[in-house]
């Protein structure tokens, strides 16, 4: 059966912003503090050190019930069992990853276009990530920024739960849900937080 999730402070990781042997300890202060589902996203790790560093988080989750969800690699997901996936649109087609990954795991989609919103509605998709809602210096090859204005859009079309994700901050977090979206999802604001134990306390105090 598929796992239950709650996405309302979503943490994306980034080892680039850390050191990989920092990252296990970094997730769980952010658990601590309130984070409710996590994506381990590594655009440069080896295979070897990907897998190995998933395990780390897996097992770390697993006690706080949180889901780690793996970014773009349906391989790493498999070779771990991952409660899921997270791609995008130029990543495994949808319909590809759910065949191998079967019913019962989480499967996010990203979405950068209204059009790509009607698309997912066809889809049995877990979630869509709104993607970027504020311009990042985290991820620069991103098409057009929705803005909260395009969150109520995306809320309103979409079937599906939605998560935010791109520039999203303490001070910007709050419109962004109270224009209806799920989650939040955030890399830098706590990948570089100097206590993310306490940063991500104050995120759930303001969502
Ligand atoms: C929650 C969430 N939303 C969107 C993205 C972006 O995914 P994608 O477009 O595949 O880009 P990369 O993350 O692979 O660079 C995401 N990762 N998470
Ligand atoms: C992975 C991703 N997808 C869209 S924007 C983004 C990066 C978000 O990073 P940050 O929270 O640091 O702005
Ligand atoms: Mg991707």
């Known amino acids: 059966m598929k796992a239950s999730f709650n996405p309302s402070l ?5 080892s680039t912003m850390v050191s990989i042997t920092e990252l296990p ?3 769980e202060k952010c658990v601590l503090g309130g984070v409710t589902m996590v994506q381990l996203r590594e655009k440069t790790a080896s295979t070897r ?8 988080l897996k097992e770390i989750l ?19 069992d ?15 990853a759910r065949r191998i990954l079967g019913p019962d795991k989480i499967i996010g989609l990203s979405v950068e276009s209204y059009k790509q919103v009607e698309e997912a509605n066809l889809l049995d998709v877990d979630y869509i990530g709104i993607s970027p809602v504020f311009n990042t210096p985290t991820k620069t090859d991103t098409k057009t920024t929705f803005g909260i204005e395009g969150v109520e859009k995306i809320v309103a079309m979409s079937k599906h739960r939605t998560v935010a994700i791109g520039g999203i901050h303490l001070d910007n977090a709050r419109p962004i ?27 759930k105090e303001i969502l």
């Open 82 to 96: 991952a409660d899921g996936i997270h791609i995008g649109q130029d990543d495994m087609p949808y319909h590809i």
């Open 62 to 80: 697993a006690k706080y019930h949180v889901p780690l969800i793996i970014n773009d690699r349906i391989d790493v997901a498999l070779a771990i």
């Open 177 to 203: 849900i109270k224009a209806g979206a799920n989650g939040v999802a955030v890399v830098s604001a706590l990948m570089k937080a100097t206590d993310p134990k306490k940063e991500a306390q104050k995120f």
């Open 10 to 14: 979503y943490l994306v990781t980034d």
């Open 49 to 56: 050190a990907f897998v190995s560093i998933a395990f780390q």
């Open 25 to 27: 300890t970094i997730v």
